[in-house]
């Protein structure tokens, strides 16, 4: 693992996301993955734990935030986006390090970013709703402008209640309640409260896993925000992405070519 960070072997997979109500390509997520000598591409299930255990996270975290800025800086500028917005996770581990936010501030200070677009995903509702050093660290980050998303939001550890803080600018539906959303009317009731509450909170929502049209359709009925899953585009390489920029730009939708 340590040898993988020396050898350049991670990479940055980006997953559009879209306005639901427009199709509009508005934002990216960035996700790690890893080009194993020997294994191929290896999502972050089977080494984000190694990561955190021998406390690598910190520094792979501190190479994806660079990385990240660097590329979405790159973006705005070639195509003349500068409201292209960009997703990144962080860990607990991550959160507990007294480096984050000055990480955060230099890759923004030295892309000439405007921190608005930067948005980061915690997965743990617990952080928000104690004074510890984790929320501490996010107070920090919201000093900085950046956003802040609860992710995986609708399961056990991230709830209604990890909403009451002043700290969350958005959160994203878990993509549990959406895979059976078409059936599953308990579920569509959980979506539905869900947006309506954030909706009275200010908060913007954003819904994974979208795999179907009648799970778009449904989250346009409900006044969702933003979408992503396969039914729009599966993550690539950053160099695809210009390509589907370049086309938007041009006005050919990416909803409307990742459609059957």
């Given at each position: 693992m340590r040898h993988a960070l020396v050898r350049n072997e991670f990479v940055l997979h980006y997953q559009?996301?879209?306005?639901?109500?427009?199709?509009?390509?508005?934002g990216l997520e960035a996700l790690l993955r890893w080009q194993h000598p020997r294994f191929g591409l290896l999502p972050p299930a089977r080494f984000l734990s190694i990561l955190e255990s021998s406390g690598l996270i910190h520094s792979a975290g501190e190479w994806?935030?660079?990385?990240?800025?660097?590329?979405l800086a790159s973006w705005q500028q070639k195509f003349e986006l500068p409201d292209l917005s960009l997703a990144i996770n962080l860990s607990q581990q991550q959160l507990k390090h007294g480096r984050l936010v000055e990480t955060v501030a230099k890759a923004i200070a030295n892309n000439a970013l405007d921190s608005g677009c930067l948005e980061f995903e915690i997965g743990d509702g617990e952080i928000v709703r104690q004074r510890s050093a984790e929320l501490e660290t996010l107070h920090g980050l919201r000093k900085l402008?950046?956003?802040?998303?609860?992710?995986?939001?609708?399961?056990?550890?991230?709830?209604?209640?990890?909403l009451d803080t002043g700290v969350i600018d958005?959160?994203?539906l878990d993509q549990s309640l959406i895979q059976d959303v078409e059936v599953n009317g308990s579920h569509q009731r959980i979506i539905r409260a869900a947006i309506a509450m954030a909706r009275g909170l200010d908060i913007e929502v954003a819904a994974e896993g979208v795999e179907t049209i009648p799970q778009l359709e449904?989250?346009?009925?409900?006044?969702?925000?933003?979408?992503?899953?396969?039914l729009i585009s599966r993550p690539m390489q950053a160099?695809?992405?210009?390509?589907?920029?370049?086309s938007e730009i041009a006005g050919t939708r990416l909803l409307s070519r990742s459609a059957p």
């Open positions: 559009p996301r879209i306005d639901v109500g427009s199709g509009r390509l508005i994806v935030i660079n990385t990240a800025c660097q590329q402008g950046v956003r802040l998303s609860l992710d995986h939001f609708g399961t056990r550890d991230v709830s209604f209640s990890s958005s959160f994203v449904f989250l346009r009925s409900c006044n969702c925000d933003l979408a992503q899953g396969f160099d695809k992405v210009s390509r589907i920029l370049r």
